[in-house]
Nanobody, 125 residues
Framework: LVQLVESGGGSVQAGGSVTLSCAAS????????MAWFREAPGKEREGLLA????????NYADSAKGRFTISQDNPKNTVSLHIESLEPEDTARYYC??????????????????WGQGTQVTVSS
């Protein structure tokens, strides 16, 4: 059983920053891809960034380049998402996902087998 728990969301002023964390537990041995997605009201779930936890390579969606950063803290099995210069358009529920990618960590939902419950980020102008 794999469990992913996100934290760190909340209400933030535009221009500010936020760091979301995803704590992974359970049988993680074959899960070499960790990713962050978001889902805004009325929109489809969007893949933002993915991290190969073995090789350390990352995959960024065009929409995430520049303001979004993914990082990992292996001893704690935690993956973080840092967002700078927040915009109201960043308001969404942010989800952490894990999957066995065999070294290839794509940014579409079907690539990932395990999901957290999400954490809400609301950006006010």
């Amino acid at each position: 059983l794999v469990q992913l728990v996100e934290s760190g969301g909340g209400s933030v002023q535009a221009g500010g920053s936020v760091t979301l964390s995803c704590a992974a537990s359970g049988y993680l041995t074959n899960l070499d891809c960790m990713a962050w997605f978001r889902e805004a009201p009325g929109k489809e779930r969007e893949g933002l960034l993915a991290l190969n936890t073995v090789g350390g390579t990352t995959n960024y969606a065009d929409s995430a380049k520049g303001r979004f950063t993914i990082s990992q803290d292996n001893p704690k099995n935690t993956v973080s998402l840092h967002i700078e210069s927040l915009e109201p358009e960043d308001t969404a529920r942010y989800y952490c996902a894990a999957g066995a990618g065999g070294g290839r960590c794509y940014l579409f939902s079907a690539w990932y087998s395990y999901w957290g419950q999400g954490t809400q980020v609301t950006v006010s102008s």
